[in-house]
Nanobody, 124 residues
Framework: QVQLVESGGDLAQPGGSLRISCTSS????????IGWFRQAPGKGREVVSC????????QYADSVKGRFAVVRSNAKNTVYLEMKSLEPEDTAVYYC?????????????????WGQGTQVTVSA
């Protein structure tokens, strides 16, 4: 069974930084477009960023542009979402999703592999 596993979610203070990870023991992530999504309490799931399978395309939601960055480590088969200048509005469960040979799709409906999510809470 293909699995994506997120980790690194934690409690952070406003203005702080956090790095969350997405890895897999069953697929090579460099063959996949990786999307990061989040779902805040009482809200729908929204895209945060996407990173194409060849790495030539990276996109960010306007709400996180300039604050979040996606980094891929092929050696560790891991994709990181590095978050800085965190705001309380960033509080959500963060999910990674994968689509083989994808070119940075922004819709959750385009992805067929999902992780279980990791909780990020930004609060003083």
């Amino acid at each position: 069974q293909v699995q994506l596993v997120e980790s690194g979610g934690d409690l952070a203070q406003p203005g702080g930084s956090l790095r969350i990870s997405c890895t897999s023991s069953t697929i090579m992530l460099d063959l996949y477009a990786i999307g990061w999504f989040r779902q805040a309490p009482g809200k729908g799931r929204e895209v945060v960023s996407c990173f194409s399978s060849h790495g030539e395309t990276v996109q960010y939601a306007d709400s996180v542009k300039g604050r979040f960055a996606v980094v891929r480590s092929n050696a560790k088969n891991t994709v990181y979402l590095e978050m800085k200048s965190l705001e309380p509005e960033d509080t959500a469960v963060y999910y990674c999703a994968a689509l083989m040979w994808g070119v940075c799709p922004l819709s959750e409906n385009d992805y067929d592999l999902w992780g279980q999510g990791t909780q990020v809470t930004v609060s003083a």
